[in-house]
């Protein structure tokens, strides 16, 4: 049985098409990241899912539940909506009972069970401030205790990280892997962070103007998007020449030649991957060097990254 | 803890009745709803004031002076319903709130049936705050039992229909800014023919314009009672529109609510 089912599901809102003809699969116990530029459709994908939207066209499934029985999907499922809004008067501890109690638990074990999603999410010094209090941050770890009080079997986080700093996007990202490590549960993270998708995705849906544009691993992806394979190293400056020379006679180097008249600097163009991973052409090239005796101070690889596969997708598109 | 030490319980309570003990709890601790009942409690001392000072002076009789902060209630009660009711689900929506109750296995009704009842509430607390004012103005001419019971009957079936009718705004406005302000536009031109002169209000038009206005024809039927001290039998026509405007109202907000509490473009289930 598949997560999430999605079979050609399209919604218009009048004129604009947000999602068209979105066709993917997700397999139980998966983290898939859902990336694209603003306006790309993610949120409407995922309120779709949800139930939140109905769509125009199409079909899916969640938990092996059909689309045609909504509430029951909505039993199994976890969100962390966008830019959720929080009732400002309630304590976390409150708002957290009275969701659990919205999906059928009595008020004792409501209780209990706020109380063991505020430990989870390291807020359980703060579950009897009022939410008006808390920090976006706060906000967010909140969010995520709320699409966990059900035990969902499959999660849907839309932008968890979105307006944090880098402290608190690496709390939060800390705090999925960590939930999502011990409840064994399937994820979808949308996302404009391409970092946090190479961090903690296994896989990665690209949507750009409403469509799938890619949907594979990361290396996948990345290596699907023709990029041009390009890299930039630094060496000590005295073994800039010793260095350019070694690359030359490296198989799968193209071309080398010093950065910009930087002594120190090099770039390089790697050999087309011809099914061989990435991971492996940097690895022939390094080894290279250091067969020449060159020690190198940093290697950064240009093109291979999801970054560069995201821009290629979206731009031409 | 294991996953399966909290597996989706079947449910205890019914939503709409969690629906219920949320929306009180938010409306009278922390809320608005103390603070609009002792607003209303000040404003009722102000006339149970000037009331008591005219009737010792003989300018108004007992059963007017009853009847006049019977009225009063059930204007500000059930205008309190209306606002309360008027916000609930634009007011969520525009607080990003709603989201979050719509991903709940709660039926889009029972959202509707809890919100409506919690509006309520604020009719019901405006009548508890009357009580001691119609005891001490009515005290020995037989009119309090009477007017508790005019005022239960007709400020509940109006109390229902406006916050029936704050619910629908609330369910199809872009804002609440703009439910609240349709709300009471619609609240004070039924109130209007109260204005008219007495000799517009004469004939079978002025008699037509109050019966099917349900406040104008509530707010008669409790003055045919309280101050001409007429039986409850005898001008019970005058009920009629109070009862459909409450019956008609409730069905259709509680129906709609279960189509449109929604995001635009929503599911409707």
Redesign the interface.
């Given at each position: 049985m598949t997560a999430v089912e999605a079979r050609g599901i399209a919604k218009r809102y009048r004129s604009l098409v947000a999602v068209r003809d979105l066709s993917f699969s997700v397999e139980p116990g998966e983290i898939v990241g859902v990336v694209g530029p603003n306006g790309a459709g993610k949120t409407t994908a995922i309120r779709v899912l949800t139930t939140i939207l109905e769509p125009t066209r199409g079909t899916f499934s969640v938990a092996g539940v059909p689309a045609a029985r909504p509430t029951e999907i909505r039993r199994l499922i976890g969100v962390l909506p966008e830019s959720s809004g929080y009732p400002e008067r309630q304590t976390g501890r409150e708002f957290l009972t009275y969701h659990a109690r919205l999906f059928g638990h009595s008020r004792p074990s409501a209780r209990a069970r706020a109380d063991e999603l505020l430990r989870e999410v390291g807020l359980a010094e703060r579950g009897s401030s009022l939410i008006g209090a808390y920090s976006r941050g706060m906000r967010q770890r909140l969010g995520i205790a709320r699409a966990l009080v059900n035990e969902p079997r499959v999660l849907f986080l839309d932008e968890p990280t979105l307006g944090l700093d880098p402290a608190g996007q690496r709390q939060i990202l800390a705090t999925i892997r960590r939930v999502v490590g011990e409840r064994g549960a399937t994820v979808l993270l949308s996302t404009h962070l391409l970092a946090e998708v190479e961090e903690i995705c296994s896989r990665v849906l690209i949507l750009n103007k409403g469509r799938l544009v890619a949907d594979g691993t990361v290396a996948e992806v990345a290596r699907r998007a023709g990029a041009p394979r390009s890299a930039r190293l630094r060496v000590p400056s005295t073994e800039t020449e010793r260095a350019a020379a070694a690359l030359s006679r490296a198989p799968v180097v193209e071309h080398a030649e010093v950065s910009g008249g930087q002594l120190g600097w090099l770039s390089l163009t790697l050999v087309e991957a011809d099914g061989r991973a990435p991971d492996d052409l940097v690895r022939d090239a390094l080894t290279a060097l250091i067969d020449a005796g060159v020690p190198v101070l940093s290697f950064e690889l240009e093109g291979a990254r999801l970054s560069d596969a995201f821009l290629a997708m979206t731009e031409a598109g | 803890?294991a996953?399966s030490e909290?597996?989706?319980?079947?449910?205890?309570?019914p939503?709409w009745l969690?629906?219920v003990g949320?929306e009180l709890?938010?409306l009278w601790v922390?809320?608005r709803g103390l603070l609009l009942t002792l607003a209303f409690s000040v404003l009722l001392s102000l006339i149970a004031y000037l009331v008591a000072t005219n009737t010792d002076l003989n300018f108004l009789e007992q059963r007017e002076a009853v009847g006049l902060v019977l009225q009063v209630t059930i204007a500000v009660g059930s205008l309190l319903a209306l606002l309360a009711a008027a916000d609930a689900v634009s007011g969520e929506r525009e607080?990003?709130?709603l989201?979050?109750?719509?991903?709940?296995?709660?039926?889009r009704l029972e959202l509707g049936v809890g919100k409506l009842l919690a509006a309520l509430s604020l009719w019901f607390a405006a009548l508890a705050v009357a009580v001691p004012y119609v005891w001490y103005l009515g005290r020995g001419v037989d009119v309090v039992d009477e007017a508790l019971a005019a005022g239960i009957v007709v400020g509940t079936l109006l109390a229902v229909f406006l916050a029936s009718l704050g619910l629908i705004l609330s369910l199809f406005a872009a804002s609440n800014r703009i439910s609240l302000a349709l709300g009471l536009f619609i609240l004070l031109a039924l109130y209007a023919p109260t204005q008219l002169p007495t000799s517009a209000r004469r004939g079978w038009a002025g008699d037509l314009l109050l019966r099917i206005n349900p406040l104008t024809a509530g707010e008669h039927y409790v003055g045919r009672i309280l101050v001409d001290a007429h039986s409850w039998s005898e001008d019970l026509s005058w009920l009629v529109s109070p009862v459909l405007g409450a019956v008609l109202f409730a069905a259709a907000a509680i129906a709609l609510s279960g189509r449109f509490i929604?995001?635009?473009?929503?599911?409707?289930?």
């Amino acid at each position: 049985m598949t997560a999430v089912e999605a079979r050609g599901i399209a919604k218009r809102y009048r004129s604009l098409v947000a999602v068209r003809d979105l066709s993917f699969s997700v397999e139980p116990g998966e983290i898939v990241g859902v990336v694209g530029p603003n306006g790309a459709g993610k949120t409407t994908a995922i309120r779709v899912l949800t139930t939140i939207l109905e769509p125009t066209r199409g079909t899916f499934s969640v938990a092996g539940v059909p689309a045609a029985r909504p509430t029951e999907i909505r039993r199994l499922i976890g969100v962390l909506p966008e830019s959720s809004g929080y009732p400002e008067r309630q304590t976390g501890r409150e708002f957290l009972t009275y969701h659990a109690r919205l999906f059928g638990h009595s008020r004792p074990s409501a209780r209990a069970r706020a109380d063991e999603l505020l430990r989870e999410v390291g807020l359980a010094e703060r579950g009897s401030s009022l939410i008006g209090a808390y920090s976006r941050g706060m906000r967010q770890r909140l969010g995520i205790a709320r699409a966990l009080v059900n035990e969902p079997r499959v999660l849907f986080l839309d932008e968890p990280t979105l307006g944090l700093d880098p402290a608190g996007q690496r709390q939060i990202l800390a705090t999925i892997r960590r939930v999502v490590g011990e409840r064994g549960a399937t994820v979808l993270l949308s996302t404009h962070l391409l970092a946090e998708v190479e961090e903690i995705c296994s896989r990665v849906l690209i949507l750009n103007k409403g469509r799938l544009v890619a949907d594979g691993t990361v290396a996948e992806v990345a290596r699907r998007a023709g990029a041009p394979r390009s890299a930039r190293l630094r060496v000590p400056s005295t073994e800039t020449e010793r260095a350019a020379a070694a690359l030359s006679r490296a198989p799968v180097v193209e071309h080398a030649e010093v950065s910009g008249g930087q002594l120190g600097w090099l770039s390089l163009t790697l050999v087309e991957a011809d099914g061989r991973a990435p991971d492996d052409l940097v690895r022939d090239a390094l080894t290279a060097l250091i067969d020449a005796g060159v020690p190198v101070l940093s290697f950064e690889l240009e093109g291979a990254r999801l970054s560069d596969a995201f821009l290629a997708m979206t731009e031409a598109g | 803890m294991a996953a399966s030490e909290h597996a989706a319980p079947s449910p205890a309570t019914p939503g709409w009745l969690v629906v219920v003990g949320q929306e009180l709890r938010d409306l009278w601790v922390g809320g608005r709803g103390l603070l609009l009942t002792l607003a209303f409690s000040v404003l009722l001392s102000l006339i149970a004031y000037l009331v008591a000072t005219n009737t010792d002076l003989n300018f108004l009789e007992q059963r007017e002076a009853v009847g006049l902060v019977l009225q009063v209630t059930i204007a500000v009660g059930s205008l309190l319903a209306l606002l309360a009711a008027a916000d609930a689900v634009s007011g969520e929506r525009e607080r990003g709130t709603l989201e979050n109750l719509l991903l709940t296995p709660v039926s889009r009704l029972e959202l509707g049936v809890g919100k409506l009842l919690a509006a309520l509430s604020l009719w019901f607390a405006a009548l508890a705050v009357a009580v001691p004012y119609v005891w001490y103005l009515g005290r020995g001419v037989d009119v309090v039992d009477e007017a508790l019971a005019a005022g239960i009957v007709v400020g509940t079936l109006l109390a229902v229909f406006l916050a029936s009718l704050g619910l629908i705004l609330s369910l199809f406005a872009a804002s609440n800014r703009i439910s609240l302000a349709l709300g009471l536009f619609i609240l004070l031109a039924l109130y209007a023919p109260t204005q008219l002169p007495t000799s517009a209000r004469r004939g079978w038009a002025g008699d037509l314009l109050l019966r099917i206005n349900p406040l104008t024809a509530g707010e008669h039927y409790v003055g045919r009672i309280l101050v001409d001290a007429h039986s409850w039998s005898e001008d019970l026509s005058w009920l009629v529109s109070p009862v459909l405007g409450a019956v008609l109202f409730a069905a259709a907000a509680i129906a709609l609510s279960g189509r449109f509490i929604r995001l635009p473009g929503g599911f409707a289930r």
